[in-house]
Nanobody
């Protein structure tokens, strides 16, 4: 079964940084919009960021604008989420999801329905 594979989670102090990676063993991400989502215990899943497949447009939740940056490296078949200035409100399991679009490019969705593939999600913890 195809899925995305995330890596890069861990423990960081408030104000610190982490970079999450989203890879896709078995398929190319070129034709996929990639969304990052997170879910903390007792909370609903939240859309964090998304990057479209063709034009590279990016989208961010208000809570992470100016702190998180999404990017893609098609040569490495990987999408990244650079997270800076991490706050105590950021801890969660972070998932990346892939949404297929061809010949029409996949349009980003900041809600989690309709995505074709999901990963297992690394834990991000922000603590002193």
């Amino acid at each position: 079964q195809l899925q995305t594979v995330e890596s890069g989670g861990g423990l960081v102090q408030p104000g610190g940084s982490l970079r999450l990676s989203c890879a896709a063993p078995g398929f190319t991400l070129d034709y996929y919009a990639i969304g990052w989502f997170r879910q903390a215990p007792g909370k609903e899943r939240e859309g964090v960021s998304c990057i479209s497949s063709s034009d590279g447009n990016t989208y961010y939740a208000d809570s992470v604008k100016g702190r998180f940056t999404i990017s893609r490296d098609n040569a490495k078949n990987t999408v990244y989420l650079q997270m800076n200035s991490l706050e105590p409100e950021d801890p969660a399991v972070y998932y990346c999801a892939a949404l297929f679009g061809w010949p029409v490019q996949a349009v980003c969705r900041m809600v989690g329905y309709g995505y074709d593939y999901w990963g297992q999600g690394p834990q991000v913890t922000v603590s002193t």
